[in-house]
């Protein structure tokens, strides 16, 4: 092979214009290059090749029997990298409009996701949204490692001046407990009745969201009795059912633990929860932005 590996995209574009034209002065017009700069140019891929491409006579320009042979060759090559430009541009185009939205539970919450998903599509129909699913282990459902553009979330956020957010769902905590809690008889439950209970906890990284589902706020400085952690919606059945402790849930998120043998009933002396839609602060993209303007008019609405 030696020098031909060697051989530039737009030597061999300049080798197919001139054999499509065959004519220096029209070819060089259709690249925009003088007709010197050309000829010199096809003169050096000559030499690269060890091989004279073209004729020329006072009759013009033809192709030589080596020209002839390269031409279906450097037709495909082009076309190749042309198809290849276009597909990167595909990819660049929809990574552009593509929005990943993160989340560690389903805001179920009365169509909440359909509502801000149809106001988003309305003004963006171009945009593909991704959904993802992130574990309770971290709180920021995926934001601060970057992996989604905007993210469902509960209140507070640890690192909190890193974000902005807008609340979608302000909502009561109810308490779940197992059906044969002493507790669970009550229609309304103190919270200083269940202070000295075992909860369940969120795992450490979540940070001041673990202290915000222990109601740290609400004990009087007192600490909480960790009876297990949980990290997802089916292991907090599980161990709610195990009775290895009680835990505040959403008025929302009640429905996904209230399968047999649990109840949730509500509590007096603990602040609601606020579900948020939150992005990272000094986000420039657009799409974000629509988004966030999407989650803040179905709150509006419905609030």
Known sequence: MGMTTDVHLRDLRYFLT???????TRAAERLYVSQPALSKQVRSLER??????FRRDR????????GEA???YARRVLDGWAEGAAALDAVRTAGRSTLTVGMSTSPGRGGLLPAIRSRFTAAH?????????????????????GDVDVAFVWLPLPDAERYAWTVVAEEPRLIALPE???????????????????????????GPLRDHWLALDSRAGRPARVGAEIAGTEETYEALVAGLGICLVATGNAPLITLGGVVTRPVRGVSPSR???????????????????AGRGVAERSG
């Open 180 to 206: 044969s809690h002493p507790l669970a008889s009550r229609t309304e439950i103190d919270f200083a009745d269940l202070a000295d209970e075992p909860f369940l906890a969120l795992p450490e990284s979540a």
């Open 48 to 53: 690269q090749l060890d091989a004279e491409l």
């Open 125 to 145: 129909p171009e945009a593909t949204v991704r959904l993802r699913q992130v574990s309770w282990e971290d709180p920021t459902a995926g934001l601060a490692a």
């Open 70 to 72: 390269l031409l279906p």
């Open 275 to 293: 579900y948020a839609l939150a992005w990272r602060r000094g986000e420039r993209r657009a799409l974000v932005r629509a988004y966030a303007e």
């Open 59 to 66: 009759h013009g320009v033809a192709l030589t029997a080596a």
């Open 18 to 24: 001139v054999a499509e034209e065959l004519h220096f």
